[in-house]
């Protein structure tokens, strides 16, 4: 069991499968998992991501086109917030 890792929160499930199946096909080592509810109370699923495979996932976010999502780094027994990950989102003009 890993007890430092990352979590990836995309803002669709769609996202969160697509990089998935993209990661395994790459042999980049990750797994589907519930949203911890100290992240959020919605239902939904992040990638977990193991230390030493972040930087080779956030590479494969960012070729792979994924909108911005956010990263958080398990450290028992809490989710630390560490950056907004893929491109900025769009802001509406008022």
């Given at each position: 069991?890993?007890?430092?890792?990352?979590?990836?929160?995309l803002p669709s499930i769609h996202y969160i499968?697509?990089?998935?199946?993209?990661?395994?096909?790459?042999?980049?080592?990750?797994?589907?998992?519930?949203?911890?509810?100290?992240?959020?109370?919605?239902?939904?699923?992040?990638?977990?991501?193991?230390?030493?495979?972040?930087?080779?996932?956030?590479?494969?976010?960012?070729?792979?086109?994924?909108?911005?999502?956010?990263?958080?780094?398990?450290?028992?027994?809490?989710y630390e917030f560490v950056q907004q990950t893929?491109?900025?989102?769009?802001?509406?003009?008022?």
């Open positions: 069991m890993m007890d430092n890792f990352y979590i990836l929160a499968m697509k990089l998935e199946k993209e990661s395994v096909a790459q042999g980049i080592p990750v797994d589907l998992v519930p949203t911890p509810r100290q992240i959020s109370s919605d239902c939904g699923m992040v990638v977990k991501i193991p230390e030493q495979s972040l930087e080779k996932m956030l590479q494969l976010a960012n070729r792979q086109g994924m909108p911005a999502g956010k990263l958080y780094r398990f450290q028992k027994p809490v893929g491109p900025p989102e769009e802001t509406v003009p008022r």
